[in-house]
């Protein structure tokens, strides 16, 4: 497989929660690098164009959009 992304992925297994439209959904933040993350949600989610990632953990809130998604794992794409 070709690797894509700009810069080098870091594995990690940390709490978030994606929100948008005053909603919020948890999720579980697999990878992430300063472009973007991987997250798995336990539903099936419709998400807008741009949504909010939070990381409580590590005090991080970004805008981003979904670039990619498989069943429940989904790839994000950080907004600038």
Same mark, same amino acid.
């Given at each position: ?7 080098? *992925?870091?594995?990690?297994? $940390? #709490? #978030? $929660?994606?929100?948008?439209?005053? *909603?919020?959904?948890?999720? &579980? &933040?697999?990878? !992430? ?5 991987? !997250?798995? @949600?336990?539903? %099936?989610?419709? @998400? %807008? +164009? ?6 409580? +953990? ?6 981003? *959009? ?9 790839? @994000?794409?950080?907004?600038?």
């Amino acid at each position: 497989m070709i690797e894509k992304r700009a810069s080098q *992925r870091h594995r990690v297994f $940390k #709490g #978030g $929660k994606i929100t948008f439209e005053n *909603r919020g959904f948890a999720c &579980v &933040v697999r990878n !992430i690098s300063s472009g973007g993350a991987a !997250i798995d @949600l336990d539903h %099936p989610v419709a @998400l %807008p +164009q741009a949504f909010t990632l939070a990381i409580a +953990q590590d005090n991080v809130v970004r805008q981003c *959009r979904a670039v990619w998604r498989s069943d429940k794992r989904i790839g @994000l794409a950080f907004m600038q």
